[in-house]
């Protein structure tokens, strides 16, 4: 276990359903990351939540939205996802957004869209 | 931040070093090399980081060119489970966020 912890480790879902994924850091970390990985693609940062504000969004579309209530917590809501969007999701935290140290990643959740 | 080259991939015999480049040739003075590793359907791990001294830790070796240009990762004894896909990374400290991971290079440790 790295500490943080991601679930569910696998979800499939239709394009017209509403699911979340959770993540949660027992590390003391302030920064949590979004990040997507797809077959054959490097992974991309898709939100940085520091101290709980959003402090980037690279151009994710608006089906994917972020939600951080507290610096432990991180959550992706998805709702009306394409086929495309499968991929395999990682969270990752570090002490902060400037931090000097490594991140810290989940073990992901894959997703699947059919 | 600077972008990384990384050959895609290279094989190791188990037991013996195994040398991971890296070329950063347009690395600024503020930026850090830092390495990661993913092993097969998990997240990335992270292994060690450098600015211009060499590191070491219990995992790996950092050894960083004097002009800093490039870098190797040096695994000392390699194992069957340390196959994965390494990653080099370049970027400030101040800018956490902006890490990105390019493609890598793949190494399979054979027996």
């Known amino acids: 276990e790295t500490g943080v912890t991601q679930t569910p480790r696998h979800l499939v879902m239709g394009m017209t359903n509403k699911k979340s994924l959770k993540c949660e850091q027992h590390?003391?970390?302030?920064?949590m990351y979004w990040y997507k990985q797809s077959a054959k693609k490097p992974l991309e940062l898709m939100f940085v939540?520091?101290?709980?504000?959003?402090?980037e969004n690279n151009s994710v579309p608006s089906r994917f939205s972020p939600e951080c209530p507290n610096s432990s917590h991180l959550f992706l809501h998805l709702h009306t996802l394409q086929p495309e969007d499968s991929a395999l999701y990682l969270c990752?935290?570090?002490?902060?957004?400037?931090?000097?140290?490594?991140?810290?990643f989940g073990s992901g959740t894959r997703l699947t869209v059919v | 931040d600077a972008k990384t080259t990384q050959p895609p991939s290279m094989d190791c015999a188990e037991g013996r070093a195994a040398n991971l480049p890296c070329n950063h040739s347009?690395?600024?003075?503020?930026?850090?090399v830092y390495w990661y590793r993913q092993i097969h359907s998990q997240g990335p791990q992270y292994i060690i980081h450098?600015?211009?001294n060499n590191e070491t830790n219990e995992m790996a070796s950092l050894i960083i060119t004097e002009d800093r240009k490039s870098s190797t990762l040096i695994l000392p004894h390699a194992t069957l489970r340390d196959t994965a896909v390494y990653y080099c990374?370049?970027?400030?400290?101040?800018?956490?966020?902006?890490?990105?991971f390019g493609d890598g290079t793949t190494l399979t440790v054979k027996p």
């Open positions: 990752a935290s570090s002490q902060d957004r400037d931090t000097d140290y490594g991140y810290t």
């Open positions: 590390l003391g970390h302030n920064a």
């Open positions: 939540y520091n101290f709980k504000e959003q402090t």
């Open positions: 347009t690395i600024s003075g503020n930026e850090y």
């Open positions: 450098g600015l211009k």
């Open positions: 990374i370049v970027r400030r400290n101040t800018n956490a966020g902006k890490s990105t």
